[in-house]
T-cell receptor, first 111, second 114 residues
Framework: GENVEQHPSTLSVQEGDSAVIKCTYS??????FPWYKQELGKGPQLIID?????GEKKDQRIAVTLNKTAKHFSLHITETQPEDSAVYFC??????????FGTGTSLTVIP | SAVISQKPSRDICQRGTSLTIQCQVD?????MFWYRQQPGQSLTLIAT?????????ESGFVIDKFPISRPNLTFSTLTVSNMSPEDSSIYLC???????????FGQGTRLTVV
């Protein structure tokens, strides 16, 4: 089955700096890669996703890149704000039938 | 996106008892999933709740321990049976959007077994 690895497990950045979280996956058939943000006491919220026919996708301060050859994808958050502090999970899926999640990154944005 | 309501949001239960968690969606969805998230860890899929048929369980999870119901396209329940402290976790309901890819999550049920 699919194996998703996520790094780093914790990340602290100064407000206004950028944050990058990286994930690798093992199954070349996976074609859908969402990112979730989980705040304390809440369920994961989808923040951005990318499909395998696209190399990069951007939504305001958030961007995701995908390298199918290397089987890795990354989340980029620019101009970080304290409200970006949360746990972020990457996931890989084949047509959405089953999601395999990374181990999570706890992001702290220091004011 | 779908609006998902989970009940209860949290509970403290005695070992040996059972707890049923409810998941209600504001629209009809084909796929509903149940996940477990142990403290400080990632999400692990327990089972896929199929409407009109038995749930499909992942390796390490069995129906006797985690019976699931899916009576219609907007509702599902997960029961955690004969609980032990090791069952203390957040249990999350998830649904798949019409596009057949995006998955959305409820707010979770935080279960503590004492």
């Amino acid at each position: 089955g699919e194996n998703v690895e996520q790094h780093p497990s914790t990340l602290s950045v100064q407000e206004g700096d950028s944050a990058v979280i990286k994930c690798t996956y093992s199954d070349s058939a996976s074609n859908y890669f969402p990112w979730y943000k989980q705040e304390l006491g809440k369920g994961p919220q989808l923040i951005i996703d990318i499909r395998s026919n696209v190399g990069e996708k951007k939504d305001q301060r958030i961007a995701v890149t995908l390298n199918k050859t290397a089987k890795h994808f990354s989340l980029h958050i620019t101009e970080t704000q304290p409200e970006d502090s949360a746990v972020y999970f990457c996931a890989a899926s084949l047509h959405g039938n089953q999601f395999y999640f990374g181990t999570g990154t706890s992001l702290t944005v220091i004011p | 996106s779908a609006v998902i309501s989970q009940k209860p949001s949290r509970d403290i239960c005695q070992r040996g008892t059972s707890l049923t968690i409810q998941c209600q969606v504001d629209s009809q969805v084909t796929m509903m999933f149940w996940y477990r998230q142990q403290p400080g860890q990632s999400l692990t899929l327990i089972a896929t709740a199929n409407q009109g048929s038995e749930a499909t369980y992942e390796s390490g999870f069995v129906i006797d321990k985690f019976p699931i119901s899916r009576p219609n396209l907007t509702f599902s329940t997960l029961t955690v049976s004969n609980m032990s402290p090791e069952d203390s976790s957040i249990y999350l309901c998830s649904v798949e959007a019409e596009t057949n890819t995006e998955a959305f999550f409820g707010q979770g049920t935080r279960l503590t077994v004492v």
